[in-house]
């Protein structure tokens, strides 16, 4: 049984309306909507006022099932920016390696904007500064950022270099 079932049977057992039972806990009556139906879960402070209501634990509230399918989305989301950020970054280095080797100074700045991009993904794929791996790595995540600053850098300087000479 999901967190929004349990809620809407508690909620039918007490013989509450869904806009009375957002009235008692200080929320609208779409927060308990959305919560029904799944869509979206209550902050700590509303499963605490849910839990005294009802007389239940929070352990009875929420399942870990419902915690894991919370998370899923936030991991599918961060994965495909991940994806994103590798695509981009071997296109920046293909970009530039062509711009070097056919000394055409305009696919310079589709390297660059390539670079760009991968930074921006990498960025939206990283994990929650929470989480106790990232806690142990942020000396190579910003050297790795620095790296690809400088390349930017360069990029940039050898195209304006070579447009205007």
């Known amino acids: ?13 007490n013989g509450l309306t869904q806009e009375q039972l957002a009235a008692k806990i200080y929320v609208t009556r779409t927060a308990v909507s959305k919560w029904e139906t799944d869509r979206g879960y209550p902050s700590l402070d509303s499963l605490k006022m ?16 419902d915690i894991q399918n919370n998370r899923t989305p936030v991991k599918k989301r961060k994965r495909v920016f991940y994806i994103i950020s590798v695509l981009c970054l ?15 100074p305009y696919l310079n700045i589709a390297g660059v904007g390539a670079a760009f991009m ?5 960025v939206l794929s990283r994990r929650p500064a929470d989480s106790a791996k990232d806690n142990k790595t942020p000396a190579r995540y910003a050297l790795s950022r620095a790296a690809i600053a ?7 300087i050898t195209t304006l270099v070579g447009i205007y000479v």
């Open 1 to 13: 049984m999901t967190f929004g079932e349990k809620l809407r049977q508690l909620r039918v057992q």
């Open 50 to 65: 849910l839990s005294d209501m009802f007389g239940v634990s929070l352990d009875s509230l929420i399942s870990s099932a």
């Open 90 to 104: 071997a296109a920046a280095a293909l970009l530039l390696l062509l711009a070097c080797f056919f000394n055409a």
């Open 118 to 122: 991968y930074a921006l993904s990498a």
């Open 150 to 156: 400088a390349v930017i850098a360069v990029a940039a």
